[in-house]
C-alpha cells in the first residue's frame, strides 16, 4: 500500500510563501503527482501537477505563483507557493497515480490571512 504524507502547510500573511512537501512510501519513478486542495465548502480543485518526466501543468490560478517539482530518488514532491493569497486558503492533498491507480495523503492546512 502506497503511503502519501504531507507536510508544510501553515499560518501566514497575504503575500507570504510556503512550501508543501510530499513524502512518498515507495518509488515515485513513472506515476504522476499532483496537488489538489479544498477550501471550506468548496469542492475539491486540481491546482498542478508534475509527471514522471517532469511535463507540468497548472490551474490557472496559481501560474506564476506555485512552482511544482519532485525528486524522483528521494520519493518525494513539493509545492513552493509565494505571493499567497486569503483565497488560497485550502487542505492541500498530495496524490499519485498511474493509469487506473491513485493514492491520496491526508492533507496539510494552508491559512493565508489578509
Known amino acids: 500500500q502506497v503511503q502519501l504524507v504531507e507536510s508544510g502547510g501553515g499560518l501566514v500573511q497575504a503575500g507570504e510563501s510556503l512550501t508543501l512537501s510530499c513524502q512518498v512510501s515507495?518509488?515515485?519513478?513513472?506515476?504522476?503527482m499532483s496537488w489538489y486542495r479544498e477550501g471550506l465548502g468548496k469542492q475539491r480543485e486540481f491546482v498542478a501537477e508534475?509527471?514522471?518526466?517532469?511535463?507540468?501543468k497548472y490551474v490557472d490560478s496559481v501560474k506564476g505563483r506555485f512552482t511544482i517539482s519532485r525528486n524522483n530518488v528521494k520519493g518525494t514532491g513539493y509545492l513552493q507557493m509565494s505571493s499567497l493569497k486569503p483565497e488560497d486558503t485550502a487542505v492541500y492533498y498530495c496524490?499519485?497515480?498511474?493509469?487506473?491507480?491513485?493514492?491520496w495523503g491526508q492533507g496539510t492546512q494552508v491559512t493565508v490571512s489578509s
Open positions: 508534475i509527471t514522471t518526466d517532469s511535463k507540468i
Open positions: 496524490n499519485l497515480r498511474w493509469k487506473s491507480e491513485s493514492y
Open positions: 515507495g518509488t515515485i519513478f513513472g506515476w504522476t
